[in-house]
Structures are given as structure tokens and as C-alpha cells.
Antibody
Framework: EVQLLESGGGLVQPGGSLRLSCEASGFTFRSYAMSWVRQAPGKGLEWVSTLSATGGSTYHADSVKGRFTISRDNAKNTLHLQMNSLRAEDTAVYYC????????????WGQGTLVTVSS | EIVLTQSPGTLSLSPGERATLSCRASQSVSSNYLAWYQQKPGQAPRLLIYGASGGATGIPDRFSGSGSGTDFTLTINRLEPEDFAVYYCQQYGSSPNTFGGGTEVEIK
């Protein structure tokens, strides 16, 4: 059974940093692209970042480009999202998601971790 | 960027009825790379349909997708109590991939 478990969320001040992690199990992690998708409170879904299986290709939404960095450790089956220069509008539940037939088709999702940016 | 507009915003139906949800794209979706997700309160989204009409693993056959180009539809036949949720469409054929604003299917 595919399982994705996010951690690292919490309360951070504007301008601060946070590092999210996603521990994967139940599948061959190194064979799949992985992504982060977020959802602001009461709002819809917004794609954030995607990383290819080998880590050689990264993709970021314009709203986070230059501030967020996605990375992975295939030896530890773990995906990360380093978030710097955080803004109030980054407040959201952040979901880790596995890429399906396409990098950007999300076939399995974690339960999410809440990031709150507030002073 | 492709903008996806979902309608209606809310659909009020009774168990056993058919739900028809619409997703319209601002430009043609490449290769009909259009997906549908279901999200229940407090839960993560779940993939239902990919490639406009392909059923994801384990999804009941009362869920079906159709359409091409700019107009897509998710149909839920014979609504079950567990089907009342919010549904999102997503296009993943062009960069950046984008989501629609969602349709809530609520119990009438």
C-alpha cells in the first residue's frame, strides 16, 4: 500500500523559513516523480513544485520560484520542501503527492501538513 | 496558463440521483490530459479520472469522465452517501498544470 507521510509544518513568522518532509513507503520511491501541492484554508488546490525521479529536473510555480526548493533523498525514501522568505499567502496545508503516468498527474497523496505564516 | 472553470459551484442532489459536473478550459487541453479528484472534508484529494476518461485504480464504475478539447464532464451515476464531496478538475498537459475551483456535491 502506497503511503506518504508529511511532517515539518507549523507556525512561522513572515520572512522565516521552514522545511517540510514526506516519508514514502509501499512503492519504489526512486522510480517516481514527486510533488508538493498546497491548499489555503477554505480554498482550492494549487500545485507548488515537482521533482523528477532522479532529481535531475525540478519545476516550481511562479508564486514560489526563487523562495522554495524541492529535493529528495532516494536512499531514505524522503521528499523535502525547503521554504524561505515565507509570506502570509503561503499559509496552507501542504500535500506530498506521487506522480503517475505524467509527472503532474497525482495518483497518491499524503494527509498533508499545515503551514501557518503569521506574526 | 490554462484557466479551468468548474460549474456549478454547488450541486444539491439526493442519494441515487445522477451528478453531472462541468470543467471548461480557457484553451485546448493538450492530449486531453484532464484529471478529476475527489476531496472529502479533512481528507487529502483522491484521483478518480485521468486522461479525461480513464478510471483510476479502485474507483467504482459509477464514476465516468468524458470530453475533449476545452469541455469536460464528470458523471456520477446513482450517488452513494460517500460521494458527497468536493470535486476538482486538473489539466496536466501544459505547464504550469492548473486546477479548477471545485464543485461541491451536497446532499439535498
Amino acid at each position: 500500500e502506497v503511503q506518504l507521510l508529511e511532517s515539518g509544518g507549523g507556525l512561522v513568522q513572515p520572512g522565516g523559513s521552514l522545511r517540510l518532509s514526506c516519508e514514502a513507503s509501499g512503492f519504489t520511491f526512486r522510480s517516481y516523480a514527486m510533488s508538493w501541492v498546497r491548499q489555503a484554508p477554505g480554498k482550492g488546490l494549487e500545485w507548488v513544485s515537482t521533482l523528477s525521479a532522479t532529481g535531475g529536473s525540478t519545476y516550481h510555480a511562479d508564486s514560489v520560484k526563487g523562495r522554495f526548493t524541492i529535493s529528495r533523498d532516494n536512499a531514505k525514501n524522503t521528499l523535502h520542501l525547503q521554504m524561505n522568505s515565507l509570506r502570509a499567502e503561503d499559509t496552507a496545508v501542504y500535500y506530498c503527492a506521487r506522480g503517475g503516468d505524467s509527472y503532474f498527474l497525482f495518483d497518491h497523496w499524503g494527509q498533508g501538513t499545515l503551514v501557518t505564516v503569521s506574526s | 496558463e490554462i484557466v479551468l472553470t468548474q460549474s456549478p459551484g454547488t450541486l444539491s442532489l439526493s442519494p441515487g440521483e445522477r451528478a453531472t459536473l462541468s470543467c471548461r478550459a480557457s484553451q485546448s487541453v493538450s492530449s486531453n490530459y484532464l484529471a478529476w479528484y475527489q476531496q472529502k472534508p479533512g481528507q487529502a484529494p483522491r484521483l478518480l479520472i485521468y486522461g479525461a476518461s480513464g478510471g483510476a485504480t479502485g474507483i467504482p464504475d459509477r464514476f465516468s469522465g468524458s470530453g475533449s478539447g476545452t469541455d469536460f464532464t464528470l458523471t456520477i451515476n446513482r450517488l452513494e452517501p460517500e460521494d458527497f464531496a468536493v470535486y476538482y478538475c486538473q489539466q496536466y498537459g501544459s505547464s504550469p498544470n492548473t486546477f479548477g475551483g471545485g464543485t461541491e456535491v451536497e446532499i439535498k
